[in-house]
């Protein structure tokens, strides 16, 4: 048996069965203890991961899981809501990936995604009270409030700046209303506004606005977006904005 190490990092335990082993290849930085060979004799790597809560066998990469009940689902959610607010910044931004295994953050960011966690982080809050995950949530949306941007047509979008092309995707806007609307925040009824433009005679989701008119062009049918627009505006109408049931 030996360990896997990583500087500054936790060492899982590592044991294997005897066997030949020509060549070991892990990611860059991880140190494995080399067995000694057996002529003959393939050789098999089991691992597990210790914690506080005691030791879990690897199987397919993945620690081996509890057994799938309504409790372990909601807890599962409140420990990822709360890794995320963990490695979330002051100002609400999240770390968008962070590179292995130094742990270090990586570059680039993503704004529909952004808006996507903060739902989610909204929702945990709400279906569990968790005071620290709603903060979080709370800061990411403040952080898209920032940079909340009114058109003359009515309503606003948040707007994302990386963008070169002069368009807004109304999903963005879609997802930060979610998160919003579930926050009680009072910005939820603008981003509604701006969705229920995007909507055609039709009904089909225009889910391309120009950023310079605030107009919503003829385009092709977007599934996305449109589930999006539909599920954001069915939340907004059930939470009291009937002016938006049209």
């Known amino acids: 048996g030996g360990r896997l190490s990583v500087d500054g990092g936790q060492s899982p335990t590592v044991a294997w069965r005897p066997g030949s082993v020509k060549r070991v290849g892990l990611v860059p930085q991880w140190k494995v203890p080399q067995p000694r060979p057996v002529a003959g004799h393939p050789a098999r790597f089991e691992s ?15 620690t081996a899981p509890e057994e799938l009940t309504a409790d372990s689902v909601r807890q599962a959610a409140l420990e990822g809501a709360r890794h995320i607010v963990e490695n979330q910044k002051p100002d609400g931004k999240f770390t968008y990936f962070v590179r292995g295994p130094s742990g270090k953050p990586g570059k680039g960011y993503n704004l529909p995604r952004h808006a996507g966690t903060a739902w989610y982080l909204a929702r945990v809050a709400e279906r569990t009270g968790d005071a620290t995950v ?26 994302d700046k990386r963008r070169k092309d002069g368009k807004v995707w109304v999903g963005t806007t879609s997802l ?3 998160a919003a ?18 909507i055609d005679e039709r009904g089909q989701v225009l889910g391309e606005m120009d950023r310079a008119t605030g107009a919503f062009p003829p385009q092709k049918q977007n599934p996305y977006g449109q ?11 059930r939470a009291g904005h009937t002016d938006l049931e049209p």
Do not use: K, N, Y
């Open 48 to 62: 597990a991961v210790a914690d506080a809560s005691g030791a879990r066998p690897l199987g397919a990469s993945w």
């Open 134 to 159: 709603r903060a979080g949530a709370e800061r990411a949306v403040s952080w898209m409030v920032a940079r909340d941007h009114p058109t003359t047509e009515g309503g606003s979008f948040v707007s």
């Open 176 to 178: 930060a209303a979610l």
């Open 181 to 198: 609307v579930t926050l009680d925040h009072e910005i939820a009824g603008s981003w509604g506004a701006l969705l229920a433009r995007s």
């Open 227 to 237: 589930g999006q627009t539909l599920l954001a505006l069915a939340t907004l109408v």
